[in-house]
T-cell receptor, first 115, second 115 residues
Framework: ETGVTQTPRHLVMGMTNKKSLKCEQH?????MYWYKQSAKKPLELMFV???????ENNSVPSRFSPECPNSSHLFLHLHTLQPEDSALYLC??????????????FGSGTRLTVV | AQSVAQPEDQVNVAEGNPLTVKCTYS??????LFWYVQYPNRGLQFLLK??????LVKGSYGFEAEFNKSQTSFHLKKPSALVSDSALYFC?????????????FGSGTRLLVRP
């Protein structure tokens, strides 16, 4: 384990469902990130939180809603998703917003399938 | 525009042979460069980084990478490939965008080492 834990590992949801992805880190990091990984495409940065404040929303549709209640936890709330939203969603953390020391530490991801 | 490119979708190499996975970048200022590896159903794992100093950087699992400023490249190398090196490899560069730092990733290169 890397120190960044994501749950669930797999999720299948219908287009009308509401679900949430959870990410937790106890590395003492102050910045957390959501990435979307689709086949044969670069990782897409979705959201950035630095010291619990959202500093980046990379033109993500409103059907994705992040929440960062503290510097150790990050959620991604999902509702009325589309089949093209099916992907691996990766959470990452870094010591600070520069990611300078070792870049980012990633969780194992949640494999999301929208049916 | 700041970017990172991995020109090969897949690299095939025989076990015991040297391997190279290519990466080129385009950034403003001095680049901070990273390589990550992703095994099936796992998140990305940090391999190595270049921040400053020696152009040849050594990392985990016997991998190394060579920073070439004139060619704006940061190719990943290993003298003798193992079957267990088969995985998806991502190059990343730290960029400053909208007053904050973030990592942008290439599209990944699948390395297949055959016995």
């Amino acid at each position: 384990e890397t120190g960044v834990t994501q749950t669930p590992r797999h999720l299948v949801m219908g287009m009308t469902n509401k679900k949430s992805l959870k990410c937790e880190q106890h590395l003492g990091h102050n910045a957390m990130y959501w990435y979307k990984q689709s086949a044969k495409k670069p990782l897409e940065l979705m959201f950035v939180y630095n010291f619990k404040e959202q500093t980046e929303n990379n033109s993500v549709p409103s059907r994705f809603s992040p929440e960062c209640p503290n510097s150790s936890h990050l959620f991604l709330h999902l509702h009325t998703l589309q089949p093209e939203d099916s992907a691996l969603y990766l959470c990452a953390s870094s010591q600070d917003g520069t990611g300078q020391t070792y870049g980012y530490t990633f969780g194992s991801g949640t494999r999301l399938t929208v049916v | 525009a700041q970017s990172v490119a991995q020109p090969e979708d897949q690299v095939n190499v025989a076990e015991g042979n040297p391997l190279t996975v290519k990466c080129t970048y385009s950034v403003s200022g001095n680049p901070y460069l990273f390589w990550y590896v992703q095994y099936p159903n796992r998140g990305l794992q940090f391999l190595l980084k270049y921040i400053t100093g020696d152009n040849l950087v050594k990392g985990s699992y016997g991998f190394e990478a060579e920073f070439n400023k004139s060619q704006t490249s940061f190719h990943l190398k290993k003298p003798s490939a193992l079957v267990s090196d088969s995985a998806l490899y991502f190059c990343a560069v730290r960029v400053l965008m909208d007053s904050s730092y973030k990592l942008i990733f290439g599209s990944g290169t699948r390395l297949l080492v055959r016995p």
